[in-house]
Structure formats: structure tokens, C-alpha cells
């Protein structure tokens, strides 16, 4: 079965430092990785994917991904955190038949300190 | 273009009432998706369809809810009766076929007393 591991549930950082959000993934195959984020009372937004092309994977509003196949994580990072950014963020990995459906990670709360 | 949509944004019953929740998904998108969210958690599926096809319910607690899509185009999930536990975040999302990005809808917030 497909899982994921978000292994942060709160993080906080300042603003214009690093933001790391980590997740390990567990697969019998290749798989399909996404990080989403939910602001309050906002539908859920797909930041990135990764579908077995390149490894790093860019997103919007300056976050990214790298798949690392050895560690089975899927780590997403952006180099500059913004107010904006404080959300929730989960890791996603698609599963079931013909991988059409989402298996969420438990989510990171994202906090930005002024 | 116009996203998934969702009504009513916000529900509160109680207990042993049923309560029915609207989504009208993107146009063109023939996959329709229902997932739970429970208090701090990620959201769970509940059901998929393929136009009005469901081809995963396995998580539907199917005693108390149903769902429809009877056009292929928007659907209605339906809890009866409610319990207290079914408090939570009902998200529709939906999708092309050929493609697995979901796009999701605001959702709708249950409240049951």
C-alpha cells in the first residue's frame, strides 16, 4: 500500500529564512507525489507534483521538491519563507486504481513570525 | 474559468438529522471525487466517480451516506442519519480522466449537535 509521513506536524520559521516541510513516502512502485497547501477557510491548492520526469521539481510561489529515491522522501523547501505562506501543508501520494485517488499525509502547519 | 464549487460552505444540524451536501466540479472534468476532513487531519476519500460511474466506494460508510451523480455532471453526498462523529470538512474535487491533478472545492463544514 502507498503512505506517506509528514514528520513535522507545526513548523515555524521567520520571515525571509528557509522553510523545510519533510516527508518520507512508502511505495511498491513508483510514485505519483504531490504537496498541496490549505489556507483558512480555502480550498485545498496543488503547490507541485512529481510524475518520474526530473527529480527536482519546482513549484509555484517559489517552492520546490526533490524526489530522492534512496532516502524515500519527497522534502519540499523554499529558500525565503513569506507571511503569506503560513498554511497547512500536506504530502500526497496517489494510489488505487489507475492511481486516481489521493492518500494525504497528516499535514504540517506552517507558522511565519514576522 | 470557474472551480469546483461547494454549498453550502456551512452546516449545522443535529443529531439524526440527514444533511445533503451540493458540488458542481469543473467543466469537462469527468472524474468527481468526495473526501472527509476530519479536526487535523488530511482528507480521506470517501468515493470516485467516472462520469456517473462510482468506481471506488470502498470507504463510504454506506449505512448512513449516499452519493449521486446522476447527470455525470454535478452530485450530492447525503448523510442519514447524522452522528456526532460525522462532524467534519466534506471536500469535492474533481479531474480529467487523463490526468491525476485534482482540483478542489472549498468545502463544506459540518457541524452536528
Known amino acids: 500500500a502507498q503512505s506517506v509521513t509528514q514528520l513535522d506536524s507545526h513548523v515555524s520559521v521567520s520571515e525571509g529564512t528557509p522553510v523545510l516541510l519533510r516527508c518520507n513516502y512508502s511505495?511498491?512502485?513508483?510514485?505519483?507525489l504531490f504537496w498541496y497547501v490549505q489556507h483558512p477557510n480555502k480550498g485545498l491548492q496543488l503547490l507541485l507534483k512529481y510524475t518520474s520526469a526530473a527529480t527536482l521539481v519546482k513549484g509555484i510561489n517559489g517552492f520546490e521538491a526533490e524526489f530522492k529515491k534512496s532516502e524515500t522522501s519527497f522534502h519540499l523547501t523554499k529558500p525565503s519563507a513569506h507571511m503569506s505562506d503560513a498554511a497547512e501543508y500536506f504530502c500526497?501520494?496517489?494510489?488505487?486504481?489507475?492511481?486516481?485517488?489521493?492518500?494525504f499525509g497528516s499535514g504540517t502547519r506552517l507558522q511565519v513570525q514576522p | 474559468e470557474a472551480g469546483v464549487v461547494q454549498s453550502p460552505r456551512y452546516k449545522i444540524i443535529e443529531k439524526k438529522q440527514p444533511v445533503a451536501f451540493w458540488c458542481n466540479p469543473i467543466s469537462g472534468h469527468n472524474t468527481l471525487y468526495w473526501y472527509r476532513q476530519n479536526l487535523g487531519q488530511g482528507p480521506e476519500l470517501l468515493i470516485r466517480y467516472e462520469n456517473e460511474e462510482a468506481v471506488d466506494d470502498s470507504q463510504l460508510p454506506k449505512d448512513r451516506f449516499s452519493a449521486e451523480r446522476l447527470k455525470g455532471v454535478d452530485s450530492t453526498l447525503k448523510i442519514q442519519p447524522a452522528e456526532l462523529g460525522d462532524s467534519a470538512v466534506y471536500l469535492c474535487a474533481s479531474s480529467l480522466r487523463e490526468v491525476n491533478e485534482q482540483f478542489f472545492g472549498p468545502g463544506t463544514r459540518l457541524t452536528v449537535l
Open positions: 500526497v501520494v496517489s494510489t488505487g486504481t489507475g492511481r486516481r485517488a489521493l492518500t
Open positions: 511505495s511498491s512502485y513508483s510514485p505519483s
